[in-house]
């Protein structure tokens, strides 16, 4: 729901475009995995640490690097 159905974020409520090559260009999957789980401070994100497994953050990592507007 935050970041939009396209995974374009919104910019009123300050979420990340996941499309942008240079958004995924910037953070590692570790990165990304570090967000979803411990979510990020000073920020809207929540932690998931908890509610999802070690294999669904996996996917949604996958899930998000598929959002990226250079497609190969």
């Given at each position: 729901m935050c970041h939009g159905l396209d995974g374009k974020g919104y910019t009123a409520i300050h979420t990340p475009d996941f499309t942008s090559p240079k958004w995924q260009a910037a953070h590692t999957d570790r990165q990304i995995s570090?967000?979803?789980?411990?979510?990020?401070?000073?920020t809207s994100m929540p932690a998931w640490r908890g509610k999802l497994t070690a294999a669904q953050v996996h996917d949604l990592v996958g899930y998000i690097r598929s959002l990226s507007a250079e497609k190969k």
């Open positions: 570090g967000a979803i789980e411990n979510g990020v401070t000073g």
